[in-house]
């Protein structure tokens, strides 16, 4: 049972846009930054997104994210197939004391 | 390129203790916080812990999942990570990552991971 709540699914067409969306709580979205990462089965995670909308260099500006409140959202325009992999956000946990994560989401694109 | 490789994984006997290594090149190793993520099969991912740099003490801290298990320690000097992990159960059965810290919570460069089984 993960921390943050995320579906477990998503699907969308090629060149179209998908929204991944991540709950928390208020010890860690609600109080801290959040980041995204992309995983291709079989590779280590890479980080899309940090500081709740930055990219680190060589992401895309087709891949977005932002927060409000208790949640998280990454958004994916001009899906390529490339871009079929599990996706996980992140945040950390003032409680806790860690980092936690949601338990991914799996975006296929059609 | 930044590039983290780990090594060190395998069958572990439950009960039994694993010590695994990274070596990192390409950044200034000594200047980044680490940490180690896990990943057990068919599932998401787990931090576990990581450890600061040595101009904020090298403080660790851990999952508080962990119950004490697990230890995680640096040496600049050859720029390496290791966690070791000592009463291993069957459910520390995954794939462990090592990763480059940013910003104390981000993992911003990635290993390749090494998988360790626990099983008798």
């Known amino acids: 049972q993960s921390v943050l709540t995320q579906p477990p699914s998503v699907s969308s067409a090629p060149g179209q846009k998908v929204t991944i969306s991540c709950s928390g709580s208020?010890?860690?979205?609600?109080?801290?930054?959040v980041a995204w990462y992309q995983q291709v089965p079989g590779t280590a995670p890479k980080l899309l997104i940090y500081?709740?909308?930055k990219r680190p260099s060589g992401v895309p500006d087709r891949i977005s994210g932002s927060k409000s409140g208790t949640s998280a959202t990454l958004v994916i325009t001009g899906l390529q197939t490339g871009d079929e992999a599990d996706y996980y956000c992140?945040?950390?946990?003032?409680?806790?004391?860690?980092?936690?994560f949601g338990g991914g989401t799996k975006l296929t694109v059609l | 390129d930044v590039r983290l490789v780990e090594s060190g994984g395998g069958l572990v006997q439950p009960g039994g203790s694993r010590r695994l290594s990274c070596v990192g090149s390409g950044l200034t190793f000594s200047d980044h916080y680490m940490g180690w993520v896990r990943q057990a099969p068919g599932k998401g991912l787990e931090w576990l812990g990581r450890i600061r740099n040595k101009a904020n003490g090298y403080i660790t801290d851990y999952a508080a999942s962990l119950k004490g298990r697990f230890v995680i320690s640096r040496d600049d000097s050859k720029s390496s990570l290791y966690l070791q992990m000592n009463s291993l159960e069957t459910e520390d059965t995954a794939v462990y990552f090592c990763?480059?810290?940013?910003?104390?919570?981000?993992?911003?460069?990635w290993g390749q991971g090494t998988l360790v089984t626990v099983s008798s």
């Open positions: 208020s010890s860690n979205i609600g109080s801290n930054f």
């Open positions: 992140g945040a950390w946990d003032r409680t806790l004391s860690v980092v936690v």
């Open positions: 500081d709740n909308n």
């Open positions: 990763a480059g810290v940013f910003k104390s919570q981000y993992l911003d460069h």
